[in-house]
């Protein structure tokens, strides 16, 4: 009974409400029924579970629901704020019925759909903010009748459109924040009506044309940011007598021209002035040096030539300069004068003038900028003399940047004193003397690139100390001696150790098999002798490998066939030996292949990539033959007589023959047992369903259940890799353990969940086998589509007997948090009847050819009844035994609850914060009470990215010189959202938990935030 009241309450709320929208009191204001009504309404169509509407009832006065406020004189609805309350759903458009409202704050939640015209109705709204949601359509034009609004934000949503005219009357106007969406058209030009307007931000759309004339008449505006869009035309000079303007951002567009001489003459209180990215030309304005209270100068990558003529030592709040990527200088000696002025800039944080023309001396009075510079760059220019030892003034330091220019002398021992320096580029110059080994102080460093100089000396081992290295080149020096095995220690080497074009000699020591996320090696052009290291085939990240001109012998070892990423390999002019190694055929990315000048002979494959002449050098190779016609090689020879053969046949054939007979007369006897003994079983659903496969079949597919071909194993059983069929499909064999208690319940649970399941992130399955083996034992195995990348288990967690693999990035991880969660929504809200998995966790899930995560192992999988989908947490089941994973298993089970949607939800979370912290549950750390959860939850929101597995940092690291701090704030952002994700995910508490299609929804904008949605 009490189920059917509330039901008819609902109905009757919804019905009442319709009979006041259609009433005639609904335009004169309406009452505090009416406002109670419709934020029911507005509830009936939220997502909300974190259950932040739960007070929304007949129970308490609304006056006192959570996010609403009401006046104190009518008892009516003054604001609604809703924000940063992972709500989604649909705004309803109820919300019109608010007549009193002043203010709307929706921001930081899942909303989607359309912004309801009925917004308008409400004449005394003064705020909307609805940022950071998935509202899609245009903006609403009857918004124009809210004619005490102030403020419009709607930035970072789906809206496209133009922007409407009827946005013209809202004369009250401060802040119109369109920003980040896919609006297209022109910036109107009634925008020059809305006399109060202090910010415009529509960044990051699609907007065009010129900025209208008539912005000069807002004499309040103080932030115009139209940054990342397609505006042309001269710069506006209609702004430059907005003597209020604190920010002009004109960044990535396409204006041209020159700039007004006098263009800050008029504005004394202009902090930012950004125009980079864009075709502007010309000389710079001397004017600029008026501009008394400017922190932030950016006129990089446009056209601007001349001399730097701006005085600085007047712009003492400067922070941020960037001249890069113009035409300036002269290449003269007077060219850099105008850093000397900048010493005077005491909170100077960023200079960069890389890609110009500068010429003259590097000035020494670089050493006395101001310690705060973070980042320092004058690459890519024609500047010469030698690197000052007061760089060691520098104490915060992060980038150092001078390379490609003419500098002299040697690299300043003074460097290795700059303790957080992340960046240091010096290559290609004339930097002479040794490496100095004080660089190993560095333990920060990142970045070291000191190519093309004339650097002398052993590589110094201490750089061994630089643990967080990523990429090393000192190619084309004259540098010599032994390569330091101390280099080859420094795991965090992923992106490239380029040596080549050296004097490098000794063998290559056994330690290169550390780097095992590296991509890039090229040794080439040395000394180098000894074998080739077999460690090398634990680099599965290689992409790249030269080891081509140095004297290496013996054969290509057959372990280099683990090296699947593998694109580009060369191995010429050495002196290598023995037939050309098959599985070099069989590397499927393998672009090039160069096997030049060395002595191997024999036949040549000719499949893979030696089936194109042009992808593979086999020149200064005299013994070899065969190939494709193309090489145009001399035929092999004959690999015997026939007359052999046909005797070894003559003995062969009355054998097998023999062989048939006695094995046709037990397949008889077989058959007959086992048809007498299938009388009495019917045949499943699952085998109705899928082509039966026998184990004959199946034997030959894995090559005799070969432990060469096993890829897992489990107290199920064990899976094969194999190849099945005149198509040869590649395919991977699940054979389940009979012998393990429950292991025939939970073949068949998995035959019924596999059955009744399709979705792109879930196993597929080919065919099964239930059937006996050669010895009339029962057998029983799935076949599946072979997912080539292996477990999400193998990527986060390497155990020291396999072959590691690379370190997902950020991005890849969150793509596979959003396969899993997808299929997990599949299961929890789109099956019919519903399913519970029961043991989700990193095994579980696995990787096909394009990384799309899959999950697998329905082995515990259950499908849930009616009465199971009312509450989360079940009185005590009759089955006996904890089910799942330790570390996955949700508490409740522990206590005897049935499987559940939120139990599954629990097992997401953990696998969630595991894939992002690196850490297991199950970790030693973790014990006395603590817990994967627990770790995570207090760290948020501050410490988020001290408990992130350090290698998703790599990007915000190695990012382009000059600090990208908006590339920075948004990993941190998408950190934080994930591992809160996590915890919610994971609370003790089923009722806390979230549910996976608002994961899915939460997930997706988490990605679509951090990558951003401009085309």
Not at 475 to 480: C, D, G, I, R, V
Request: neutral net charge; proline residues 4%.
């Amino acid at each position: 009974m009490p189920n059917i009241s509330i039901s008819i309450s609902t109905i009757l709320v919804w019905c009442f409400s319709l009979l006041l929208i259609n009433s005639p009191s609904f335009s004169a204001g309406g009452t505090y029924e009416t406002d109670r009504l419709a934020l029911l309404a507005i509830k009936s169509q939220l997502h909300d579970p974190s259950g932040v509407t739960s007070s929304w009832n007949n129970a308490i006065n609304l006056c006192q629901w959570m996010g609403v406020t009401c006046g104190h004189r009518h008892q009516r609805v003054t604001e609604l704020d809703l924000s940063n309350q992972r709500i989604g759903g649909v705004l309803s458009p109820y919300v019109g019925n608010l007549s009193f409202l002043r203010y709307i704050n929706l921001a930081d939640n899942g909303f989607h759909g359309e912004i309801p015209q009925e917004i308008g109705n409400l004449l005394r709204l003064k705020k909307l903010a609805l940022p950071n949601n998935s509202f899609s359509g245009t903006i609403p034009t009857n918004l124009s009748r809210c004619s005490n609004l102030i403020h419009f934000h709607v930035s970072n949503n789906k809206l496209e459109g133009q922007i409407p005219k009827e946005i013209g009357n809202l004369l009250k106007l401060q802040t119109l924040a369109v920003n980040d969406n896919y609006l297209t058209g022109q910036l109107p030009d009634f925008v020059g009506n809305l006399s109060d307007l202090e910010v415009i931000r529509t960044m990051g759309n699609s907007l065009g044309g010129k900025i209208p004339t008539t912005l000069g008449l807002l004499r309040n505006l103080v932030s115009l940011n139209v940054a990342e869009n397609k505006f042309s035309g001269m710069f506006p000079r209609s702004i430059c007598n907005i003597s209020s303007l604190e920010l002009i951002q004109l960044a990535l567009n396409r204006f041209s021209g020159n700039l007004p001489f006098d263009i800050v003459v008029n504005l004394p209180n202009l902090k930012a002035l950004a125009i980079g990215g864009n075709n502007f030309f010309g000389s710079i304005p001397y004017s600029l040096s008026n501009a008394s209270n400017l922190e932030l100068l950016d006129l990089s990558v446009n056209q601007f030539k001349g001399n730097v003529s701006i005085d600085f030592s007047s712009l003492k709040n400067l922070l941020w300069l960037n001249l890069e990527q113009n035409n300036l200088g002269t290449g003269t000696a007077t060219d850099l004068d105008f850093v000397t002025f900048l010493t005077n800039c005491s909170s100077l944080k960023a200079l960069s003038l890389a890609d110009n023309q500068f010429g003259g001396e590097l000035p020494h009075s670089i050493a006395n900028l101001s310690s705060t510079v973070i980042n320092f760059g004058i690459g890519r220019n024609q500047i010469s003399g030698t690197i000052p030892p007061g760089i060691r003034n520098l104490v915060n330091l992060i980038g150092f940047g001078v390379e490609e220019n003419q500098l002299h002398g040697t690299i300043p021992d003074a460097i290795g004193e700059l303790k957080n320096l992340q960046k240091l580029c010096m290559f290609r110059n004339f930097l002479q003397g040794s490496i100095p080994s004080g660089l190993g102080n560095l333990t920060k460093l990142a970045n070291l690139e000191l190519s093309s100089n004339s650097l002398q000396g052993n590589i110094p081992s201490s750089l061994g100390n630089c643990q967080n290295l990523m990429s090393f080149t000192a190619s084309q020096n004259k540098l010599t001696g032994a390569l330091p095995h101390q280099l080859l220690s420094i795991t965090t080497l992923s992106l490239y150790l380029d040596l080549s074009n050296n004097l490098l000699n000794g063998s290559l020591p056994l330690q290169v098999g550390h780097l095992k996320n590296l991509v890039i090696l090229d040794i080439s052009s040395n000394q180098f002798s000894g074998v080739i290291p077999g460690t090398l085939s634990t680099c599965v990240c290689l992409e790249y490998l030269d080891i081509s001109s140095n004297s290496f012998h013996g054969v290509i070892p057959l372990s280099l066939s683990f090296l699947k990423s593998i694109k580009e390999l060369n191995v010429s002019s050495n002196n290598l030996s023995g037939q050309i190694p098959e599985f070099l055929k069989n590397l499927s990315v393998l672009e090039f292949l160069s096997l030049s000048y060395n002595h191997f002979e024999g036949e040549v494959p000719t499949k893979g990539v030696f089936s194109n002449k042009t992808k593979i050098s086999l020149q200064g190779n005299m013994k070899l033959c065969g190939g494709i016609d193309e090489l145009h090689l001399p035929s092999c020879p004959s690999k015997g007589s026939r007359k052999p053969k046909i005797i070894l046949l003559k003995v062969l054939i009355p054998v097998a023959v023999s062989s048939l007979i006695l094995s046709s007369c037990l397949t008889i006897v077989y058959a007959r047992k086992r048809r007498s003994a299938q009388k009495f079983v019917d045949t499943s659903p699952m085998e109705k369903q899928f082509p039966m496969v026998s184990y004959a079949e199946l034997s030959k597919a894995t090559g005799e259940f070969s432990s060469s071909n096993m890829i897992g194993q489990g107290s199920f059983g064990y899976v094969y890799k194999g190849t099945l069929g005149e198509d040869e499909m590649i395919v991977a064999v699940k054979v389940i353990n009979l012998k393990y208690k429950g292991a025939s319940r939970s073949f068949v649970a998995e035959c019924e969940a596999l059955r009744n399941i399709r979705h792109r992130n879930l196993i597929k399955i080919i065919t099964i086998c239930s059937s006996t083996d050669f010895k009339g034992t029962d057998f029983k195995a799935f076949v599946f589509e072979y997912m080539e990348n292996g477990s999400l288990k193998d990527w986060l967690h390497q155990s020291d007997d396999q072959v590691e693999v690379c370190k997902l990035s950020l991005i890849q991880r969150v793509n596979i948090a959003i396969d899993v969660a997808s299929a997990m929504e599949y299961l929890h809200h789109h099956c019919q009847p519903p399913m519970v998995h029961g043991d989700l966790k990193p095994s579980n899930v696995l990787l096909d050819h394009d990384m799309v995560a899959h999950v697998c192992d329905f082995g515990l999988a259950k499908f849930l009844s009616d009465h199971q989908l009312d509450t989360a947490v079940k009185t005590p089941s009759s089955s006996i035994g904890l089910k799942g994973t330790v570390g996955y298993v949700a508490p409740e089970y522990g206590m005897g609850s049935e499987a559940s949607m939120t139990g599954d939800v629990y097992s997401f979370g953990i696998l969630l914060l595991e894939m992002f912290t690196g850490r297991r549950p199950i970790d030693a750390v973790f014990n006395e009470g603590h817990t994967l959860h627990e770790f995570a939850k207090t760290a948020l929101p501050e410490k988020v990215m001290e408990i992130v597995d350090p290698s998703l940092l790599i990007e915000v690291m190695t990012n382009n010189f000059m600090i990208r701090e908006d590339k920075r704030v948004k990993t941190e952002e998408c950190l934080n959202a994930i591992i809160r994700t996590g915890v919610l995910c994971s609370m003790e508490s089923p009722f806390e938990r979230m549910e996976m299609r608002d994961v899915v929804a939460k997930l997706c904008h988490t990605r679509e935030t951090f990558l951003g949605r401009r085309v």
